[in-house]
């Protein structure tokens, strides 16, 4: 059974930072493109960065570029999302998916991944 269990999240001031952690199992971890994706409230699902099998190429939605970092351990099976210089509209839910970035037709669509953790809220007020 795949599992995505995510921790880290919490209230931050903004300009402040977090990292999310993701831990993976019941799959090839280091053979499998991951994903952060977020939600806001009453917002669409948003793409936010993905990393290929072995932490090499990643790639950031032009919205959280130069802030947020994304990384992985395969040892432990665990997928990262460092978050530095929060905004407010950074607040949302974020997920650890199994898949990579989606094509724009897949943009907001839970589907493109095919594994979801249950999420980590992060709020960002002052």
């Known amino acids: 059974e795949v599992q995505l269990v995510e921790s880290g999240g919490g209230l931050v001031q903004p300009g402040g930072s977090l990292t999310l952690s993701c831990a993976a199992g019941?799959?090839?971890?280091?053979?499998?493109?991951m994903s952060w994706v977020r939600q806001a409230p009453e917002k669409e699902l948003e793409w936010v960065s993905s990393i290929n099998g072995d932490g090499s190429v990643p790639n950031y939605a032009d919205s959280v570029k130069g802030r947020f970092t994304i990384s992985r351990d395969n040892a432990k099976n665990t997928l990262y999302l460092k978050l530095n210089n929060l905004k407010t509209e950074d607040t949302a839910m974020y997920y650890c998916?199994?898949?990579?970035?989606?094509?724009?037709?897949?943009?907001?669509?839970?589907?493109?991944?095919?594994?979801w953790g249950q999420g980590t809220q992060v709020t960002v007020s002052s």
């Open positions: 998916a199994r898949g990579g970035r989606p094509p724009a037709s897949y943009a907001a669509d839970r589907r493109w991944w095919t594994a």
């Open positions: 019941g799959f090839t971890f280091s053979s499998s493109i």
